[in-house]
């Protein structure tokens, strides 16, 4: 996939030497002989002009001394007088090649070897990028001084010792890391001028880190408005602040805004209440006290409410007692609904109180019908959509999909993700189970309007494809596929390509990188990633990374980002860089699917090795040392106990500190215990994938409730989403549509994937 057989990961590190020449192509050239590593050639092309006067000498090339995810620095550069005047390089220097045009204007002045004009403030350009692309790799000494002064914790005397680094690269890096880790230690101005003069070192969490520097200075009311005053700050001691800040200024009415916001809609420790209160009470009204305590008792957060009592009315308060009754599961609870005031009966507080109270009650006619009732904003309706997809879902496993969809239908409106789950669980029901097309066709439409995600995009759109094909409309099937197709290594995405007769997978190259790697590997940034990484500090680099990754548009850029991660070693941010490129229109499907994941020539069980990094990927994203908060370990996600049997199987001492410190161990077990579970199901990868993940058990389980994905009478398809389990749903659907990638990426004959729904080629 790259040009100039170049492979992700192998950007070029341990500089010996250099020479710089203009070709008689008119081209800038710089080759650099390396320690271990192919060398690096870096190549501008320089416009020929009219012949002029020739000479020798084109000036020094100065050797400047010098995760999240992101990559190391070369060596110094001691370039040799003869390589400079001969054009002689070490027998060692095969090509790398990088290239950068240089526009050159109309007016030269006389410089070079070959007779060529150029200009030297351009030239100066040139070979200033080519010094910071091949500086030393652990900087200056003061450089190493400046991160002891880190490592010590000493924050604010690093960011002032740095102004002594000459280095701007060292400079900005060690500025930054004093502001991120520092926690408020530098003032807010100097954090406001870094900001400024570093841009590509201030991610948008760098908002944050500001907030943290003007809260912690004591900013002034005026700084604070100009700073914060077009947004809504991100931590709550800068909203206090803020909204402070305009109440002293006199716009009382912004202040309040503020306030009512910070009060009603974030949940709050009895700590953060009593600091807003202490700030903010005199600006806050009984209407605001009401709301928040209603936002609250939709969490079921009961004592929370009934700390605001005070600013209750008799029927507010009578309200909070019924409901916080529900909540904690009284006796008493319904007696105190039938109690209230007719006025609360189309309060949707009222109305979730009584459709949980019939749920406690086991009345699920009476829980659907309050369900049914609802009209306009559900507060907390992202727990009231939990609420009735679980409902939904409980009756769909109990064989009652008519009184599931009911359960469900509704849900229309409200946070984008709950009702692209809602809407896509009622037009499921209504396709497979109802055998109503047409009820379906608006369910998924109304998914597909919400769906941002690839997942959710090809979700809806393969289904409405479907329903669209029962419906006779051949042509709508065929645009809803197209438009689910687009994202081929996604597991509808997928379906629909088969559905339309074309390729599961079709991957597309990785950007020309040669024109941008000089640029790139010339980024002050760039270069802090490397120098932190090299001097033992990959977190930081590699959060350094994350965030400049974050702001980048440029194809190649991110591709190079993305390279520069996987050099460190952090294969799970470099799939991070390149799904966000995707989401920009940039597709790099060679870093969203790498190959280095797992150590090359390493041994793994006699299993598709397509199927072992489909499951890799989806476990740990290849983090070597990933535990999870079940404690699975490492790079296959493997429970010690899983790991212990695993290794006697296999006749390997077990040790629980190599699942995360040795991935060739990891993969070995993990590949057995893969291999285990599609020799128990005869190659089924769905069946081995649900087992992976939520135990042989479920999956047997599953299989009796809903028949046997890998027989002709079952559709598998269907009976994926039967999985009731979300996390394992999920799990499935994308280690299949990972598996006909590495298909893909590994060279490996291509399958449908309807064929891989049943069984894949196994040993």
Do not use: C
């Not at 410089?111 to 004009?117: C, D, E, K, R, V």
């Not at 009578?318 to 909540?327: C, D, G, K, P, T």
């Amino acid at each position: 996939m790259f040009p100039m057989n170049r492979k992700p990961g192998t950007i070029a590190t341990g500089v010996m030497a250099a020479a710089l020449t203009l070709t008689a192509g008119g081209v800038l050239m710089l080759f650099v002989g390396q320690n271990g590593e192919r060398p690096v050639t870096a190549t501008a092309v320089i416009e020929p002009a009219a012949p002029a006067v020739t000479g020798t000498d084109l000036g020094p090339v100065q050797a400047k001394p010098e995760r999240s995810a992101a990559l190391p620095d070369p060596d110094p550069i001691v370039p040799s007088a003869d390589h400079l005047v001969s054009g002689v390089y070490p027998p060692e220097a095969e090509v790398r090649v990088t290239t950068a045009a240089i526009d050159f204007a109309t007016d030269p002045i006389v410089t070079g070897s070959l007779g060529y004009a150029a200009q030297p403030a351009r030239v100066d350009a040139a070979l200033e990028a080519i010094d910071r692309a091949t500086a030393p790799a652990k900087g200056s000494e003061r450089f190493a001084e400046a991160l002891e002064l880190l490592d010590d914790g000493k924050h604010a005397e690093a960011f002032a010792f740095a102004q002594r680094l000459t280095d701007p690269a060292e400079r900005r890096t060690v500025q930054w890391a004093a502001i991120q880790y520092g926690a408020g230690a530098i003032d807010y101005r100097e954090v406001l001028a870094f900001r400024d003069g570093a841009p590509e070192f201030t991610s948008t969490s760098f908002r944050t880190r500001i907030e943290q520097a003007m809260t912690r200075g004591r900013a002034d009311h005026d700084a604070l408005i100009a700073e914060l005053g077009d947004g809504f700050p991100n931590t709550l001691e800068a909203q206090i602040a803020l909204a402070r800040a305009f109440e002293a200024r006199g716009d009382e009415a912004r202040a309040r805004e503020i306030a009512r916001t910070i009060w009603t809609e974030n949940t709050l420790d009895q700590a953060g209440e009593r600091r807003v209160l202490g700030a903010l009470g005199g600006l806050l009204t009984a209407d605001d006290h009401w709301d928040r305590a209603v936002f609250l008792m939709a969490l079921d957060r009961a004592q929370g409410a009934e700390r605001l009592a005070e600013h209750f009315t008799a029927e507010q308060k009578a309200l909070m007692e019924a409901r916080n009754a529900v909540s904690r599961k009284e006796k008493n609870a319904r007696q105190l609904l039938d109690a209230l005031d007719a006025r609360w009966h189309d309060h949707p507080l009222y109305i979730l109180s009584r459709a949980q109270r019939a749920l406690q009650a086991n009345l699920t006619d009476q829980a659907i019908t309050w369900f049914g009732r609802v009209e306009g904003e559900r507060p907390a309706a992202t727990e009231w959509g939990f609420a009735q997809r679980d409902l939904a879902r409980r009756l769909l496993n109990a064989g009652d999909a008519e009184r599931a969809y009911k359960a469900i239908a509704n849900f229309d409106s409200g946070p984008a993700g709950r009702v692209v789950e809602s809407q896509f669980l009622a037009g499921w029901l209504a396709l497979n189970y109802l055998k109503d097309p047409e009820a379906a066709a608006r369910h998924f439409a109304i998914q597909d309007e919400y769906a941002t995600l690839p997942d959710s995009i090809t979700q809806a759109n393969y289904w409405l494809g479907r329903a669209r094909q029962q419906l006779g409309d051949a042509d709508g099937a065929d645009a809803a596929f197209a438009k689910a197709a687009h994202f081929h290594t996604v597991y509808y995405g997928q379906l629909a390509r088969s559905e339309l007769g074309l390729p599961a997978v079709q991957l597309r190259e990785i950007p020309d990188l040669r024109a941008s790697q000089l640029a790139f590997d010339g980024r002050d940034v760039v270069r802090g990633v490397r120098l932190l990484a090299e001097n033992g500090h990959r977190t930081w680099a590699t959060t350094l990374l994350r965030g400049f990754a974050d702001g980048l548009e440029d194809g190649p850029q991110l591709a190079l980002a993305a390279e520069l991660a996987q050099t460190l070693g952090a294969a799970n941010l470099a799939i991070a860089i390149a799904d966000g490129a995707e989401r920009k229109g940039v597709p790099l499907d060679d870093f969203s699917f790498p190959e280095a994941g797992i150590p090359a020539n390493v041994k793994l069980a006699s299993v598709d090795k397509a199927a072992v990094y489909a499951v890799t990927k989806q476990e740990s994203l290849f983090q070597v040392d990933a535990v999870s908060h079940a404690g699975a370990r490492g790079l296959m996600q493997l429970m010690p106990g899983t790991a212990r049997e695993t290794a006697e199987r296999v006749g390997l001492p077990y040790s629980q500190s190599r699942l995360t410190s040795d991935p060739a161990y990891n993969a070995l077990l993990g590949s057995t215990y893969l291999k285990a579970q599609l020799d128990r199901y005869q190659g089924s990868l769905v069946l081995a994938a649900a087992a992976y993940n939520a135990g042989a058990g479920n999956a047997n389980r599953w299989i009796r409730a809903y028949g046997d994905p890998r027989t002709s009478g079952v559709d598998p398809v269907v009976w994926v989403e039967l999985i009731p389990f979300q996390e394992t749903r999920k799990y499935v659907q994308r280690v299949l549509g990972n598996y006909l990638v590495y298909r893909a990426r590994l060279g490996s004959e291509p399958i449908d994937i309807k064929q891989a729904l049943r069984r894949i080629p196994h040993a």
